[in-house]
C-alpha cells in the first residue's frame, strides 16, 4: 500500500465550481468554501473554508468528520478564537471531556487560578513551557521545553480520548516545537506477517506513572517492577469504531518497568515491542507541521501518534487542547 497522499486528490463537498471560483466566492462555512488538501504525507490535510469563530453548518460539519476520518490529521490556519469557541469546535467531532492529567495537577496542589498552568475550564489544557510566573523554562512540572516522545494521547486510561485538538497562542520566535503525526493503519497494513502473527491475540498493560515528556507524574511513585506499574490493559491492535479498519495501538514507552506486553516474559515483551516501535515509528508513515499563530490542529489518536520536538527553552510557547471523547478499544480478534 502507497504511504503517499496525492497531492492532486483534493476533497471537495460541492461538486461545482473550480480553484479560482472557491477563491473568489470569498466565503467560509459554506460547502462552496470547504477545501482539504492533503499534505502529500502519509497522513493529514489542510482545510481552508472555514472559520471557527463563525457559526459552523451542519452540512460543513459532516464535511469536517469525513475529512478526519479520510485524512487522521486536519490542520487549520489562521483561527482567532476563544476557549467557549475552541471547545464549540471540539463538538462538532464529539463531546469534549476532562484530560485524564489534570487530577494529578490539582492533587499535588496546581491551582487553576494560574493562567500560565492550569485552565480554568476542565476539558481545556494549558500546553506550555511557562512556570508559574509566565516564564519560559526548561522544566515546569509538566510537559516544559523537552522533546515528546512518539505517543498516543491518554492510552493510560481505560476509555482513551478520540481525539486531541491543540490551538496555538504562542510560538516560538525561532521555531522549534514541531510536532509530527504518523499513520497506524499504514504501520499495521505493513508489518511483516510474522509479526501480525506475534501480536494476535495480545494486549497490553499502558503505563499511567510518567507524562509524554518522561516525567513522572505529581504525586505517582514510579514503578520499579512489571508488577507495579499502574494502568488498564489494551490490545496491541485496535478496530477504528468509524472506518473499520485495524491499527497499531502502542500508546507510549518509557523506561523499563513500564508498558509491557501481558503473558510474556519480560525479555519476550520488551524484545517484541523493540520490533514493533522501530516499525512504527518508520519516518514514511509521518507528516511534521510546523507551527504558526491562529494555527489548529486535530488528530485522531485512535490511528495516529505523534511527537514534538525540543522548544528553546527561552521562548514562550503556549498552546491550549482538548480530547475528545471516545470509546474503549476494541481488538479485532
Given amino acids: 500500500m502507497s504511504t503517499q497522499l496525492m497531492q492532486e486528490d483534493v476533497m471537495h463537498i460541492a461538486s461545482h465550481g473550480s480553484t479560482a471560483a472557491h477563491l473568489a466566492a470569498g466565503t467560509v462555512n459554506t460547502p462552496a468554501a470547504f477545501r482539504a488538501v492533503p499534505t502529500g504525507a502519509a497522513l493529514g490535510a489542510e482545510i481552508q473554508g472555514v472559520d471557527f469563530s463563525l457559526p459552523v453548518p451542519e452540512d460543513v460539519k459532516q464535511a469536517l468528520r469525513e475529512a478526519w476520518a479520510r485524512y487522521l490529521v486536519l490542520l487549520f490556519r489562521n483561527q482567532d478564537i476563544d476557549d467557549h469557541q475552541f471547545l ?9 471531556h476532562e484530560a485524564a492529567s489534570r487530577k494529578y495537577h490539582l492533587n499535588a496542589g496546581r491551582k487553576i487560578d494560574n493562567k500560565y498552568m492550569i485552565s480554568q475550564h476542565p476539558s481545556v489544557s494549558i500546553i506550555s513551557n511557562l512556570d508559574e510566573n509566565g516564564i519560559p523554562v526548561k522544566d515546569n512540572g ?3 521545553s523537552y522533546e515528546v516522545v512518539w505517543h498516543t ?8 480520548p478520540a481525539g486531541s485538538m491543540l490551538y496555538a497562542l504562542v510560538v516560538p520566535a525561532n521555531g522549534g516545537g514541531d510536532t509530527s503525526f504518523n499513520n497506524q493503519y499504514l504501520a499495521y497494513d505493513e508489518l511483516p506477517e510474522e509479526l501480525k502473527h506475534a501480536i494476535e491475540g495480545k494486549d497490553q498493560v499502558h503505563d499511567s506513572s510518567r507524562n509524554s515528556a518522561g516525567v513522572l507524574r505529581p504525586g505517582v511513585k514510579l514503578p520499579t517492577t512489571p508488577e507495579e506499574v499502574e494502568g488498564p490493559t489494551h490490545p496491541l491492535v485496535r478496530v477504528h469504531p468509524v472506518t473499520g479498519k485495524r491499527a497499531l495501538y502502542l500508546g507510549r514507552r518509557r523506561d523499563w518497568p513500564s508498558n509491557y506486553i501481558v503473558g510474556m516474559s519480560n525479555a519476550e515483551s520488551e524484545a517484541l515491542l523493540d520490533r514493533l516501535w522501530a516499525h512504527a515509528t518508520r519516518p514514511g508513515y509521518a507528516w511534521t507541521h510546523k507551527w504558526r499563530g491562529g494555527d489548529f490542529v486535530l488528530w485522531d489518536n485512535r490511528c495516529c501518534m505523534h511527537y514534538r520536538s525540543e522548544i528553546d527553552s527561552t521562548q514562550p510557547r503556549i498552546m491550549h487542547r482538548t480530547t475528545i471523547k471516545g470509546e474503549a478499544p476494541v481488538a479485532p480478534w
Wanted: proline share 15%.
Fill in 88 to 96: 464549540a469546535a471540539a463538538g462538532v467531532f464529539g463531546p469534549p
Fill in 153 to 160: 494521547d491518554n492510552s493510560y486510561v481505560e476509555v482513551p
Fill in 142 to 144: 509538566s510537559l516544559g
